[in-house]
Every structure is written in structure tokens, then in C-alpha cells.
């Protein structure tokens, strides 16, 4: 287990499209707008600019109708490999924290790996909350029985 | 009543490894604490300790009184912990999802300008 283990998530899945292209999604408000968030969720732009510094100042909202602050700001911007950004619910949000994308070839289509390390404990919390009310009442309970079995396989 | 910050909710309680290893053994059915210690190498006053952490925090219940009391797996409280990781790891997946689906939807339009041109 690395140092970090405990207050990071990793996510990665494997795109249909070259790189150039799912990076070029990534680089502009019309196509985030077309893909940001679970199904069902839409995203409104106040403000919007993809530089080292720049913001991304807009509204996700709910299949249920809840609006949802959001906040980001890039940090690094490496076309078409790597993207890190800020992500928090508005313009220095003590709760923010940091993601790294990074796009590899895979074949004809792309690899996105996106790393999330939290900084601390309570910033993690803050997260757990947020995002466990953004998906709430979209969580189907699998079996207590599965999860336990899940859950206890991981840590063997 | 003030309490010391290990005890506070299921992420800290499940960060022990012990802790977890009584939850896995609890998986078969409910042990006494005596039981537990044994097979986890522990003094029975450590396990019991474990044992009232997991308690308070809603991971494991009791049944019975003084020394036949038997714990028995409470997996609803391992809920949040579920909820947090199907929260936040579910944002992203859906979200991949749905930008798979624009990209290739994005790559076919332009290969159909490009032969329109």
C-alpha cells in the first residue's frame, strides 16, 4: 500500500477515440458540457477558460431537479497527455481538491487514468459527503451480504 | 459526550487493521469476545475495546449479557463507506461513459464533413 492509499482514488477505463480527440473533449466548454457528470446531469457555464490559471465556473444540475455548485481551475496542461485540475464548489474553496488525468494510447483508442489524492482526512470527508448526496437516491442497495464479502476480499 | 476521533464513524473504525480482521471473522457468524481474542491473538480487554468501537459506530451489534455475549456483524453501517465509494468512483465511470459515447459520436461527424468537403 503506498502512503496515499488511504485518501486516493483511482479511476481509469479506455476510450473509443484517439487521443487528439478525447483530450480536444476536454479543452472546451462545448464538449465538457456535453459529457460532465452521471446520466441525466446537465451543466450550466458562468464563466469558462481552458489556460494554466484559468476557471471553469458553472451549475451541474440533478436529474431530481438539485443544483450543484462547481468550481474548477487547471493547473497543468500537457496536450494531449496530462491534465490536473482544482475541483471545488466555487473560487477558493478551502475543500478543493486536485485530479490528474492522463491520456495514453491504447490500440486505436485511449486510456484515461485519473488520479485523486486528497490532502487530508477532512477534506476527503468533505468530498465523501458531497458526492454521496450528488448520487444519492441513484444507489440501488446491492445485498449487505455481497458488500461484505466485496469489502473483506479487499483487504485479505 | 466527547470522544476520542478513532471511534467517530466507519471510515475510522474500518482503518484498524484488527477491526477489520474482527469484521471478516463476524462474516461466518456472531463469536463471543473470548472466542475472537483467541483467534486473533489479542488480550480479551483488546478485543473488547475493538469490539465496543465497532459497536458505536454501528458496524457490529451484541446480544445477550455479561459473559455470554455474542457479536454479530452489523453491515448496514458499513452503508457510508459503500455510498462514498460508488459516490464518487460512480460520478467519474458515468462520466467516462457518456464521453466515450461523445467522442466516437464526435469522430464519425467529422470523418462525414471531411468527405463532404
Redesign the interface.
Known amino acids: 500500500m503506498s502512503e496515499t492509499a488511504?485518501r486516493e482514488?483511482m479511476?481509469s477505463?479506455v476510450?473509443?477515440?484517439?487521443r487528439e480527440?478525447?483530450f480536444e473533449?476536454f479543452t472546451d466548454v462545448r464538449?465538457l458540457s456535453?459529457?460532465?457528470?452521471?446520466?441525466g446531469f446537465t451543466t450550466t457555464t458562468r464563466a469558462f477558460e481552458f489556460r494554466v490559471g484559468g476557471e471553469w465556473d458553472f451549475m451541474m444540475h440533478g436529474p431530481d431537479g438539485t443544483h450543484y455548485p462547481e468550481w474548477i481551475v487547471w493547473r497543468e496542461i500537457t496536450p494531449p497527455e496530462r491534465i490536473v485540475l482544482l475541483h471545488g464548489e466555487f473560487r477558493d474553496d478551502p475543500n478543493a481538491f486536485d485530479s490528474a488525468f492522463t491520456f495514453t494510447r491504447v490500440g486505436d483508442g485511449t486510456r484515461?487514468a485519473?488520479r485523486?489524492v486528497f490532502p487530508t482526512k477532512e477534506l476527503r470527508?468533505q468530498?465523501?459527503e458531497r458526492?454521496?448526496?450528488?448520487?444519492?437516491g441513484?444507489?440501488t442497495?446491492r445485498s449487505?451480504?455481497d458488500?461484505?464479502?466485496e469489502?473483506?476480499n479487499t483487504?485479505? | 459526550m466527547a470522544r476520542a476521533a478513532t471511534t467517530s464513524d466507519a471510515f475510522n473504525a474500518i482503518a484498524e487493521p484488527q477491526r477489520r480482521e474482527i469484521l471478516i471473522r463476524l462474516r461466518s457468524g456472531e463469536r463471543a469476545v473470548g472466542d475472537l481474542a483467541l483467534e486473533l491473538g489479542m488480550t480479551q480487554p483488546q478485543a473488547s475495546k475493538h469490539l465496543r468501537v465497532l459497536r458505536e459506530v454501528g458496524l457490529v451489534r451484541v446480544r445477550g449479557e455479561g459473559k455470554l455475549r455474542l457479536y454479530d456483524l452489523d453491515a448496514s453501517g458499513l452503508l457510508p463507506v459503500r455510498e462514498w465509494l460508488g459516490g464518487f468512483e460512480r460520478f467519474w465511470k458515468e462520466s467516462f461513459d457518456r464521453l466515450d459515447e461523445y467522442v466516437r459520436e464526435l469522430s464519425r461527424t467529422r470523418q462525414e464533413d471531411e468527405t463532404h468537403e
Open positions: 488511504d482514488i479511476i477505463q476510450i473509443d477515440a484517439p480527440l478525447v473533449a464538449h456535453r459529457w460532465w457528470g452521471p446520466d484515461i485519473m485523486t470527508d468530498a465523501v458526492y454521496r448526496a450528488i448520487e444519492s441513484r444507489q442497495l449487505l451480504a458488500y461484505v464479502a469489502i473483506s483487504y485479505r
